[in-house]
């Protein structure tokens, strides 16, 4: 396998290439790095030399964009890059049973190992493609919260690394990963959510290896993007957690993002079309004892449309156990309905009572007693039913807005 990594060397096009330098020549460098017996690909860089330092790696996050937010399946979206010590490139995407579904474009690792020096006058960096790295030391990061993953091969193999004169080395790897990220929605669609990334090494313990976010510049940027239903609102960072069992302690990095949802969309498409059905079926307080056969036609009509609207908004929503916000006000809109139907179930009571109290035959009184006792309770339900309504919504939205 060394051979072929020696081979794969002498393709690498360079600027010096051609020249007659042996410090130009990469096959060469590497050669004398590997054969001399002084560097040994299964043991970590050592700093100073010192077994009981642990080897340092510096990273920082780049995000840059988030595709999309998947509230049925809790799916997360996202792009973004971990550099430094460890350079990652990514595509989160969160999925259904807290869990989330990431893709990860270049996976980057920045660290320095000492025994790869090499002098040249010419050469900027040797860079090694695919596989062709496997016998260079590399941290064995792995994301601690992923469930499910996969390093991208179309075309070749997305991996690469860059061995700078100075030890200096640089990795990157394209990978997908499946990430878990619970979910919480009681206050949904007032809600907002976080995400997290956890990274540490699989091997090496605190003792031996830790993560550190760079303090040159901001540890994480963010560059401008837009997403559907929801803004990144901020994002955090953590550092010198340790993870483990027993005695085997790791040290590991967390990402938290903080996302926001849009509340435009439930306002057009569910409160509005919610509000104006309630608002419609109070029109029959307005169609006089006269019209009972119309009034609960009416009544009927608009709650099995708000029935049909409810079953509709249930099939785009988190299926969860417990009551979201957006269940409590569907359900106070249909018992202003259902409220409404009875009022006048009511007056047709009324009605019917009022008719058998009556002795004279005279068509006039009898008209005249119905008429006062139903104009009394539409008046008193069409001041009612609104000023409860108004009361609620006004509550409702003073709760969940702030």
Same mark, same amino acid.
């Given at each position: 396998?060394?051979?072929?990594?020696?081979?794969?060397?002498?393709?690498?096009?360079?600027?010096?290439?051609?020249?007659?330098?042996?410090?130009?020549?990469?096959?060469?460098?590497?050669?004398?790095?590997?054969?001399?017996?002084?560097? #040994?690909?299964?043991?970590?860089?050592? +700093?100073? *030399?010192?077994?009981?330092?642990? =080897?340092? %790696? /510096? @990273?920082? !996050?780049?995000?840059?964009?988030?595709?999309?937010?998947?509230?049925?399946?809790?799916?997360?979206?996202?792009?973004?890059?971990?550099?430094?010590?460890?350079?990652?490139?990514?595509?989160?995407?969160?999925?259904?049973?807290?869990?989330?579904?990431?893709?990860?474009?270049?996976?980057?690792?920045?660290?320095?190992?000492?025994?790869?020096?090499?002098?040249?006058?010419?050469?900027?960096?040797?860079?090694?493609?695919?596989?062709?790295?496997?016998?260079?030391?590399?941290?064995?990061?792995?994301?601690?919260?992923?469930?499910?993953?996969?390093?991208?091969?179309?075309?070749?193999? #997305?991996?690469?690394?860059?061995?700078? +004169?100075? *030890?200096?080395?640089?990795?990157? =790897?394209? %990978? /997908? @990963?499946? !990430?878990?990220?619970?979910?919480?929605?009681?206050?949904?669609?007032?809600?907002?959510?976080?995400?997290?990334?956890?990274?540490?090494?699989?091997?090496?313990?605190?003792?031996?290896?830790?993560?550190?976010?760079?303090?040159?510049?901001?540890?994480?940027?963010?560059?401008?993007?837009?997403?559907?239903?929801?803004?990144?609102?901020?994002?955090?960072?953590?550092?010198?957690?340790?993870?483990?069992?027993?005695?085997?302690?790791?040290?590991?990095?967390?990402?938290?993002?903080?996302?926001?949802?849009?509340?435009?969309?439930?306002?057009?498409?569910?409160?509005?079309?919610?509000?104006?059905?309630?608002?419609?079926?109070?029109?029959?307080?307005?169609?006089?004892?006269?019209?009972?056969?119309?009034?609960?036609?009416?009544?009927?009509?608009?709650?099995?449309?708000?029935?049909?609207?409810?079953?509709?908004?249930?099939?785009?929503?988190?299926?969860?156990?417990?009551?979201?916000?957006?269940?409590?006000?569907?359900?106070?809109?249909?018992?202003?309905?259902?409220?409404?139907?009875?009022?006048?179930?009511?007056?047709?009571?009324?009605?019917?009572?009022?008719?058998?109290?009556?002795?004279?035959?005279?068509?006039?009184?009898?008209?005249?007693?119905?008429?006062?006792?139903?104009?009394?309770?539409?008046?008193?339900?069409?001041?009612?039913?609104?000023?409860?309504?108004?009361?609620?919504?006004?509550?409702?939205?003073?709760?969940?807005?702030?």
């Amino acid at each position: 396998m060394r051979t072929l990594l020696f081979a794969c060397l002498c393709l690498q096009i360079h600027p010096c290439w051609g020249q007659n330098s042996l410090d130009c020549d990469m096959t060469s460098t590497i050669r004398n790095i590997m054969e001399t017996g002084k560097y #040994n690909g299964k043991l970590r860089p050592l +700093p100073n *030399g010192n077994w009981s330092e642990p =080897t340092e %790696i /510096t @990273v920082d !996050l780049l995000l840059h964009s988030i595709h999309k937010i998947d509230d049925i399946n809790m799916e997360l979206v996202t792009q973004f890059t971990l550099r430094s010590l460890f350079f990652l490139y990514f595509i989160i995407l969160a999925y259904r049973k807290s869990y989330a579904h990431i893709l990860l474009p270049p996976h980057r690792e920045e660290w320095t190992d000492r025994r790869l020096e090499y002098n040249s006058t010419c050469l900027d960096g040797i860079t090694l493609k695919g596989t062709d790295y496997e016998y260079i030391w590399n941290p064995d990061v792995f994301i601690i919260n992923e469930k499910k993953s996969v390093v991208h091969d179309v075309m070749h193999r #997305n991996q690469r690394m860059v061995i700078y +004169p100075t *030890g200096r080395i640089r990795l990157s =790897t394209r %990978i /997908t @990963v499946v !990430l878990a990220c619970p979910m919480e929605f009681s206050k949904y669609p007032f809600d907002d959510q976080t995400c997290y990334l956890t990274f540490a090494s699989y091997s090496y313990k605190i003792d031996e290896l830790i993560f550190l976010w760079r303090t040159d510049h901001p540890p994480v940027n963010v560059v401008e993007f837009v997403m559907e239903k929801f803004n990144l609102t901020s994002y955090t960072i953590q550092s010198n957690i340790s993870v483990g069992y027993n005695k085997d302690r790791f040290q590991s990095m967390h990402v938290l993002l903080k996302f926001q949802r849009k509340f435009r969309y439930y306002l057009t498409q569910i409160y509005v079309p919610t509000f104006m059905l309630v608002v419609i079926s109070w029109i029959t307080f307005w169609l006089g004892s006269d019209s009972l056969d119309a009034r609960i036609a009416l009544g009927i009509t608009t709650l099995l449309t708000m029935s049909t609207s409810i079953s509709s908004f249930s099939a785009v929503q988190p299926q969860v156990a417990y009551v979201k916000a957006i269940d409590i006000y569907t359900g106070i809109s249909m018992f202003f309905m259902v409220a409404a139907i009875l009022e006048t179930s009511t007056v047709m009571f009324v009605g019917r009572r009022r008719n058998d109290r009556v002795i004279d035959d005279s068509k006039k009184p009898i008209q005249f007693l119905q008429k006062s006792t139903a104009e009394r309770i539409d008046c008193l339900a069409c001041i009612l039913f609104p000023l409860g309504y108004t009361i609620f919504n006004l509550l409702y939205f003073a709760q969940y807005f702030t």
